[in-house]
């Protein structure tokens, strides 16, 4: 399986990004997915998931609510994330995962990250101030 984000780079404060995620190996459809994202010396934390199929349920932690959007193409093994109104404290490498296993459930309230297990290689978003 291979993850392969793209659509990082430097905005001013309060501008917008949108991230994408492309996935190839495996049948995308049936995978939950998610963003997460790691600032220097800080824990990697999950910002944002989607369920497998049609992306029903997602999950946004509090501080990005109302500001980022996640959301899935199927038919193009492609996940998004769509980021306004970035904050200086966005700034991090953002990265892709995928769910450990197939048609794999997660938590909208209290996701676990042990629940994503494949990763890619990361996109820096770099927010001004």
């Known amino acids: 399986v291979q993850l392969v984000e793209s659509g990082g780079g430097l905005v001013q404060s309060g501008g917008s990004l949108r991230l994408s995620c492309s996935v190839s190996?495996?049948?995308?459809?049936?995978?939950?997915m998610g963003w997460f994202r790691q600032a220097p010396g800080k824990e990697r934390e999950l910002v944002a998931a989607i369920s497998w199929g049609g992306g029903n349920n997602k999950y946004y932690r509090d501080s990005v609510k109302g500001r980022f959007t996640i959301s899935r193409d199927n038919a193009k093994n492609t996940m998004y994330l769509q980021m306004n109104n970035l904050e200086p404290d966005d700034t991090a490498v953002y990265y892709c995962?995928?769910?450990?296993?197939?048609?794999?459930?997660?938590?909208?309230?209290?996701?676990?990250?042990?629940?994503?297990?494949?990763w890619g290689q990361g996109t820096q978003v770099t927010v001004s101030s």
């Open positions: 995962a995928s769910h450990r296993y197939p048609m794999g459930a997660f938590s909208t309230s209290a996701p676990r990250r042990d629940d994503f297990g494949f």
């Open positions: 190996g495996r049948t995308f459809s049936t995978y939950a």
